[in-house]
T-cell receptor, first 112, second 116 residues
Framework: GENVEQHPSTLSVQEGDSAVIKCTYS??????FPWYKQELGKRPQLIID?????GEKKDQRIAVTLNKTAKHFSLHITETQPEDSAVYFC???????????FGTGTRLKVLA | KAGVTQTPRYLIKTRGQQVTLSCSPI?????VSWYQQTPGQGLQFLFE???????NKGNFPGRFSGRQFSNSRSEMNVSTLELGDSALYLC???????????????FGEGSRLTVL
C-alpha cells in the first residue's frame, strides 16, 4: 500500500548547523512531494515542495532533493535558527489528487 | 482572506457517543480534506471532498464519515466513539482543479477530540 517513511523522528542541532530529514515513499506513481512545518500548538504550513520532474529546489536556507529512482526525498535546512524548531512532515501524492500520504514527522530542536 | 475555520476547537466525549466536526474552507477553495493527527502516527488521511462528492477515502472504519455542502463547507462525523479516536482532527482546503501550482493544503487549527 501507500506508505511514506520519515527519519529521524527527533533531531537536535546546534544553532548555525545544518539539518537533514529524509523520506522514502512506496508508490512510484507519486509525483508531488511537499514539506510541512508545524510549530507547537499551530497548524501545519507548507514550507517547500518539489515535483517529480525536478531534482532539487531551493528557497533561501531550505532545499529539497528528490531521487525518483530510489524513491527518496530529503529536506535540508542550513544555518539553523531557534525559530526552525518545530515538527516537520514530508508527504507524497499522486497526480490529480489531494490525497497526501504523510510521514510520521521529525521533531527538530535547534539549540542556542 | 479568512483562513480555514474549524469548530469546535476542543471537545470531550465518552465512549459510544458520536461527534460532528465542522470546517469552513478558504473562500473559493472547493476541495476539503480531513486528516487525523496523533502522536507518533503523524497525519493520516481520512477523506477528501470536491463539489459535494467524496473523491478519496483513507483506511478508516465506516464509523468515520463526512460530507460537503454546496457552499464547500464540510463536516465529518465519528459514530460510536472509541478511546483510540482521541486525536487532533485537521481540515485542509485547496484550490481546484489540482494542477502544477495548486498542490498546497491550507490547514485549519484543528478540532481536538478527547474520548473518555
Amino acid at each position: 500500500g501507500e506508505n511514506v517513511e520519515q527519519h529521524p523522528s527527533t533531531l537536535s542541532v546546534q544553532e548555525g548547523d545544518s539539518a537533514v530529514i529524509k523520506c522514502t515513499y512506496s508508490d512510484s506513481a507519486s509525483n508531488y512531494f511537499p514539506w510541512y512545518k508545524q510549530e507547537l500548538g499551530k497548524r501545519p504550513q507548507l514550507i517547500i515542495d518539489i515535483r517529480s520532474n525536478v531534482g532539487e529546489k531551493k528557497d533561501q536556507r531550505i532545499a529539497v532533493t528528490l531521487n525518483k529512482t530510489a524513491k527518496h526525498f530529503s529536506l535540508h535546512i542550513t544555518e539553523t535558527q531557534p525559530e526552525d524548531s518545530a515538527v516537520y512532515f514530508c508527504a507524497a501524492s499522486k497526480p490529480g489528487t489531494y490525497k497526501y500520504i504523510f510521514g510520521t514527522g521529525t521533531r527538530l530542536k535547534v539549540l542556542a | 482572506k479568512a483562513g480555514v475555520t474549524q469548530t469546535p476547537r476542543y471537545l470531550i466525549k465518552t465512549r459510544g457517543q458520536q461527534v460532528t466536526l465542522s470546517c469552513s474552507p478558504i473562500s473559493g477553495h472547493r476541495s476539503v480534506s480531513w486528516y487525523q493527527q496523533t502522536p507518533g502516527q503523524g497525519l493520516q488521511f481520512l477523506f477528501e471532498y470536491f463539489s459535494e462528492t467524496q473523491r478519496n477515502k483513507g483506511n478508516f472504519p465506516g464509523r468515520f464519515s463526512g460530507r460537503q455542502f454546496s457552499n464547500s463547507r464540510s463536516e465529518m462525523n465519528v459514530s460510536t466513539l472509541e478511546l483510540g479516536d482521541s486525536a487532533l482532527y485537521l481540515c485542509a482546503s485547496s484550490p481546484s482543479p489540482v494542477g502544477p501550482n495548486t498542490g498546497e493544503l491550507f490547514f485549519g487549527e484543528g478540532s481536538r477530540l478527547t474520548v473518555l
